[in-house]
């Protein structure tokens, strides 16, 4: 089974713009994850998605943004990009929801550089 | 809320050698899973193990094995026959019962691996 993939890998963008970042999800799973990891605050989580709805989001600001489509592949969109932006933006699948479903298996992520 | 706490920053093992790595977590719930991921250079996050809390055997995975103390809050990782590739930021990770809270990390432990 292949695993997530994430794409792109690299990005470099400058201040003010936006970018969208994509996660493709283990086959058959359903809940998508994304987390941000930078070296000063380590492993933040970003929002949670199930059957195309947000289940849960972490203390971002608006400008962070996500969606999930029929298929279970994800979305995830920053707008008005700032320096501190910059970041590892991990993408994380499981089955479901619930505990029994819930392991996570990452994406090898993508490295956004906000010039 | 759940905290993870690790709280050895950094850690060297030598090849072939065996090494501990701690972990421990405040919650008030009886029921969770706990897992300790492996991020090596190359930045994937890589599941290591994974323990469900109603479980008292602790889990193995090939050379890879916790001791998981309940009562304690305490899930450290031993790492038997260390090799070079298990050069790594290990990270714990707790997972809530709830659907609706998301994987909480530590903020993880760098381990090195002497030849």
């Known amino acids: 089974k292949a695993g997530v993939t994430q794409t792109p890998r690299y990005l470099i963008k400058t201040r003010g713009q936006q970018v969208t970042l994509s996660c493709s999800p283990i086959s058959g799973h359903r809940s998508v994850s994304w987390y941000q990891q930078t070296p000063g605050q380590g492993l933040q989580f970003l929002f949670e998605?199930?059957?195309?709805?947000?289940?849960n989001k972490g203390n971002f600001p608006g400008r962070f943004s996500g969606r999930q489509f029929s298929n279970s592949r994800s979305e995830m969109n920053v707008s008005t990009l700032e320096l501190g932006d910059s970041a590892l933006y991990l993408c994380a699948s499981s089955l479901g929801p619930t505990l029994e479903r819930g392991t996570q298996y990452f994406g090898p992520g993508t490295r956004l550089t906000v010039l | 809320a759940q905290t993870v706490t690790q709280s050895q920053p950094e850690m060297s093992v030598q090849e072939a050698e065996t090494v501990t790595l701690s972990c421990t977590y405040d919650t008030s719930e009886s029921d969770y899973y706990l897992f300790w991921y492996k991020q090596p250079p190359s930045r994937q996050m890589i599941l290591v193990i994974r323990?469900?809390?109603?479980?008292?055997q602790n889990a193995t995975e090939n050379r890879f094995s916790v001791n998981f103390q309940k009562a304690a809050k305490s899930f450290s990782l031993k790492i038997s026959d260390s090799q070079l590739g298990d050069a790594a930021m290990y990270f714990c990770?707790?997972?809530?019962?709830?659907?609706?809270?998301?994987?909480?990390f530590g903020k993880g432990t760098r381990l090195s691996v002497i030849a």
């Open positions: 323990q469900e809390a109603y479980k008292q």
């Open positions: 998605y199930f059957s195309e709805t947000q289940r």
């Open positions: 990770a707790y997972r809530s019962p709830s659907g609706n809270t998301p994987l909480v």
